[in-house]
């Protein structure tokens, strides 16, 4: 195991504390608002006990948000890099949540079969550049960000929910495609989100919210622009990285 070089952030107004690579993948808006998403999905439903994936959870920061926010919650968060499942840990103690978030050290692709049918929402921010692509200088952010197989991927995902669970995961527009593509034969009901840099860009990022076995239309949701004329955030997207909640219709 490499002993790599951390920094100490907050997050929620201070609320939350994560330890994470000083040089590599970092957490930003993607894991904040995708969380966010899930809380207020939670909110909404109402229900009294939960059963959450949380699938290539790198440092935990949306386990952490989530466990946060919600009380009946259990959390399984799945990470195979070691460096990032030893800062996971830490911010799992170090924020108090042991007793809502375990970690488990294995590939999506090898998880356990226990494990399949088992919950009631999948959330992953996953590695979306293939394996034949550039390497990044930075070993860790190559590894967070690289992926061999995101069909597989996203049919693992699925196979984990119970029939009408939901799936949240958040990638690039571009990639859109592929993803309802790979998502169909198994889920449905599809929500989109987009992300725009502000209201004159086209959206960079996508929230995709899928059920298991779904069979309604596809929706495609206002969005959200980031950030306004003079470079600062909206006040919806500072509401959403204070309070870590974004309530929608479902």
Known sequence: MVNIEKT????????????????????????????????????????????????GA????????????????????????EE???????????????NKIKMVNESIFNINSKLINHFDIVVSNPPYHSADG?????????KAKRI???????Q???????????????FPAGILHNVLKYL???????????????QNSSAKRLILVAKKGGAGPTQLLSGLNLYNSKGLLTKQSQLISEKGIYTFNI
């Open 134 to 142: 550039n390497l990044s200088n930075n070993i860790l952010r190559d």
């Open 8 to 55: 100490i952030d907050m997050i929620l107004k201070g609320q939350i504390k994560i330890a994470q690579p000083k040089v590599g993948y970092r957490f930003g808006f993607d894991s904040v608002f995708l969380a966010s998403f899930v809380n207020g999905y939670i909110k909404k439903i109402n229900k009294k006990k939960l059963l959450l994936a949380d699938i």
């Open 148 to 154: 061999i197989n995101l069909e597989k991927w996203l």
């Open 156 to 170: 693992i995902s699925i196979s984990l929910l119970k029939h009408k669970g939901t799936l949240f995961i958040i």
């Open 184 to 198: 169909e034969k198994s889920s449905g009901s599809f929500q989109i989100f987009p992300f725009r840099p502000n």
């Open 58 to 81: 790198g440092v935990g920061t949306i386990s952490l948000i989530v466990g946060f926010k919600n009380l009946n919650i259990e959390i399984t968060a799945v990470e195979n890099n």
């Open 84 to 98: 990032y499942l030893k800062l996971a840990e830490e911010n799992i103690l170090s924020n108090g949540l042991n």
